[in-house]
């Protein structure tokens, strides 16, 4: 059995900034890709940013040079530091880790979800 747990979400005034955290913990044998999506109210769920398991990343267009992921690979832990927030980032956001709980097999995990609410 596999948890994710995350947090960090809330309400920041445009041009602020966020920190999301989501740990995975339970039957880990290894970690792959980890990433960050979010779904607005009325959209489909879009892809923020993800990480591979040697640090590679890629970045949707609209938050590149403001959205900045990272993992802690001892902590099973991926981060989100968001800054120069806008109201358009305003959504829920979600974890989503491919984990190996044992050789050979890979299993997709996600979050709860987190609200960030940007205000203008």
């Not at 920041?12 to 913990?25: E, F, I, K, T, Y």
């Not at 109210?41 to 938050?63: F, M």
């Not at 690979?73 to 305003?90: F, G, I, R, W």
Request: charged share 15%; proline share 3%.
């Amino acid at each position: 059995q596999v948890q994710l747990v995350e947090s960090g979400g809330g309400l920041v005034q445009a041009g602020g900034s966020l920190r999301l955290s989501c740990a995975a913990s339970g039957s880990i044998f290894s970690i792959n890709a980890m990433a960050w999506y979010r779904q607005a109210p009325g959209k489909q769920r879009e892809l923020v940013a993800r990480i591979g398991s040697g640090g590679n990343t890629n970045y949707a267009d609209s938050v590149k040079g403001r959205f900045t992921i990272s993992r802690d690979n001892a902590k099973n832990t991926v981060y989100l530091q968001m800054n120069s927030l806008q109201p358009e980032d305003t959504a829920v956001y979600y974890c989503n880790v491919i984990i190996q709980p044992r050789p050979f097999r890979a299993d997709d995990y996600w979050g709860q979800g987190t609200q960030v609410t940007v205000s203008s």
